[in-house]
């Protein structure tokens, strides 16, 4: 099963690469343990994990005001999880994405 969803490329998570050049984030799936995110980091991309760090997010309601009128939504709750790889280990994000 495939818990990690996608790489996470925010200006947040370039700063963390940029002073540590061994961390990388993943939005995983809610259900996902830190050890089934570990094997399939490990998996997919043929490094050596270290450690794993999830967060949860709550969804947020949310409003603006717009000509229309009142606008109402929300935000999805999700989990990020911070895999710390190996030293000399690295993972090439952009690698598979085509032009």
Known sequence: MAFI???LVTEKMT???EKR??????????EA????????VE???????????TMRYAGKRSQRYTKA???????SAFKKAI??????DEI????????
Do not use: W
């Open 43 to 53: 998996a997919q991309f043929n490094v050596t994990v270290e450690s794993v760090n």
């Open 15 to 17: 700063k963390i690469t």
């Open 92 to 99: 090439d994000i952009y690698s598979n994405i085509e032009q």
């Open 5 to 7: 969803i996608k790489p």
């Open 21 to 30: 050049p061994n961390m990388y984030g993943f939005l995983v799936r809610p």
């Open 83 to 88: 895999v710390t790889l190996k030293e000399g």
């Open 69 to 75: 009128g009142l606008v109402r939504g929300h935000k």
């Open 33 to 40: 343990n830190k050890v089934e995110i570990q094997k399939e």
